[in-house]
């Protein structure tokens, strides 16, 4: 069993950063692949970025391509999203997973946080 804990959410205004990290504990941390998901008011959780298992690899939603990174560090069992030039559309919970494989598809997530809110104002 894998918990993770999401921190760092918070109120910015359009352009400015944050970012999110992710605490992993309870299992080998390495061997996961991780992602970021976000859930907007009223909308459905989507895919955001996604990590291999060590930092190799990466995948991003278009419309954070430029504007976000992820990275992950395994000696900190923590995994990161570098959030840069955020627009109000951005505006979500911000949920982190850890599974299998690096792919945009929630079902192949295993574990999932319990999620931490990033407002951004206009």
């Known amino acids: 069993q894998v918990l993770l804990v999401e921190s760092g959410g918070g109120l910015v205004q359009a352009g400015g950063s944050l970012r999110l990290s992710c605490a992993a504990s309870?299992?080998?941390?390495?061997?996961?692949?991780m992602a970021w998901f976000r859930q907007a008011p009223g909308k459905e959780r989507v895919f955001v970025a996604a990590i291999s298992w060590s930092g190799g690899n990466t995948n991003y939603v278009d419309a954070v391509k430029g504007r976000f990174t992820i990275s992950r560090d395994n000696a900190k069992n923590t995994v990161y999203l570098q959030m840069n030039s955020l627009k109000p559309e951005d505006t979500a919970v911000y949920y982190c997973?850890?599974?299998?494989?690096?792919?945009?598809?929630?079902?192949?997530?295993?574990?999932w946080g319990q999620g931490t809110q990033v407002t951004v104002s206009s």
């Open positions: 309870g299992g080998t941390f390495s061997s996961y692949a």
């Open positions: 997973a850890a599974g299998t494989l690096w792919v945009p598809v929630e079902d192949e997530y295993d574990y």
